[in-house]
């Protein structure tokens, strides 16, 4: 089993930054696919970044440029957040997929951008 816990959320304005960070516990998650997703109020849940096993990266055109994700190889996920937008204004949670494809959850953390 693996436990996920985001924190680093919070208000920021329009033109800030903010740095994600998820902890994994329970088990290592070197070779898991670590992804960070968001859902904004009445949407559906978005991808917005994913780092594979071998440490390739994508990142969603919606925040290209401004959003990057890392990670330590160890049991840590980041996504520092740049140029932030109302727009992005969401709850932001952590995904981590096994090898063999068990997903675990983050509880997520809340992102608000607003003058």
């Known amino acids: 089993q693996v436990q996920l816990a985001e924190s680093g959320g919070g208000l920021v304005q329009p033109g800030g930054s903010l740095r994600l960070s998820c902890a994994a516990s329970?088990?290592?998650?070197?070779?898991?696919?670590m992804s960070w997703y968001r859902q904004a109020t009445g949407k559906q849940r978005e991808l917005v970044a994913i780092?594979?096993?071998?440490?390739?990266t994508n990142i969603a055109d919606s925040v290209k440029g401004r959003f990057t994700i890392s990670t330590d190889n160890a049991n840590a996920l980041y996504l520092q957040m740049n140029s932030l937008k109302p727009d992005d204004t969401a709850v932001y949670y952590c995904n981590v997929r096994s090898p063999l494809g068990t997903t675990y959850w983050g509880p997520g953390t809340q992102v608000t951008v607003s003058s």
């Open positions: 329970g088990r290592g998650i070197i070779g898991y696919y």
């Open positions: 780092i594979t096993n071998d440490g390739s």
